[in-house]
């Protein structure tokens, strides 16, 4: 994709639950939304019905990134769920079954507050048209579907930040060590070039989360990837793909796309 402008905003809410692929019986939560939940986010605001934009944000069109603005931690809490077998047991014959849930929540902050959950999203489209609308819809808060962090209960709100040109947006190929403030696709980074030394007091902490990385349109799996995240945005490590360096309103960002 050519370097075109960055659409910059953060979705904000109380809780999350982004329903990790692999797991059954007991709904686990991975610790960030993953790009198919964020290109779901878009395309609700933008009316897509579901199953509908599948094609329209397959990473050769929708460069995606995230960036963790609250840290987060897991709680899991029981649910009743109807209990049913088949469509005749939809007017709750069968009574309950409790099923364990796992929600993500934000951690306290310096203060000791507990501050929402938001999420930095970094978004461009082939189509400029659909940036023009998803921009407006963002500022004006004009969604023809509310956004959602994973479960339709858990209701966000998306708060714009600012739209990036093109000509503050740096494409740089390096075999150097860069800082990188965003989520990190480990397919992008050179193997064993992580750096794990911080010059800070503030302990490292990581997590890898395996998620899909696409759907096809029948909303089965097209492409998985393990993505690496460190609790203060403090990734250190050689990216093996030219990475993009914003300079916008509010600092410079050193950018990996999902």
């Known amino acids: 994709m050519t370097v075109k402008s960055i659409l910059v905003f953060d979705v904000v809410g109380a809780m999350a ?10 709904s686990l939560t991975y610790s960030f939304p993953p790009r198919t939940v964020i290109s779901g986010v878009i395309a609700g605001i933008l009316g897509f019905k579901r199953d509908s934009y599948y094609d329209l944000f397959q990473p050769e069109l929708a460069d995606i990134g995230l ?13 009743n769920y109807m209990f049913v077998k088949n469509k005749s047991d939809l007017n709750n014959s069968k009574g ?21 959950l938001r999420f930095r999203i970094f978004f461009r489209h082939e189509d400029e048209e659909l940036m023009k609308e998803v921009k407006e ?9 509310p956004p959602y962090l994973g479960l339709s209960e858990l209701l966000a709100k998306l708060e714009w930040v600012e739209e990036v040109p093109a000509s503050n947006i740096e494409k740089i190929e390096t075999d150097d060590v860069e800082m990188i403030h965003t989520v990190c696709n480990m397919n992008f980074i050179k193997e064993r070039s992580i750096q794990f030394i ?3 007091s503030i302990p490292l902490v990581y997590r890898k989360e395996k998620m899909a990385r696409s759907f096809n349109a029948d909303r089965t799996i097209k492409e998985t990837a393990s993505y690496l995240y460190e609790k203060s945005n403090l990734i250190k490590a050689i990216p093996s793909i030219p990475f993009l360096r914003l300079k916008g309103e509010k600092g410079t960002t050193n950018l990996l796309f999902m």
């Open 137 to 145: 819809r963002v500022i004006k808060s004009e969604y023809i579907y």
């Open 96 to 116: 309950h079954t409790q099923i364990p849930v796992e929600f993500l929540l934000s951690d306290v902050d310096s203060n000791g507050n507990y501050p929402p």
């Open 67 to 79: 960036s963790v603005c609250t840290p987060p931690r897991k709680i899991m809490q029981t649910i």
């Open 17 to 26: 639950h982004f329903r990790r692929f692999d797991t059954n019986s007991s």
């Open 198 to 200: 911080n010059n800070n």
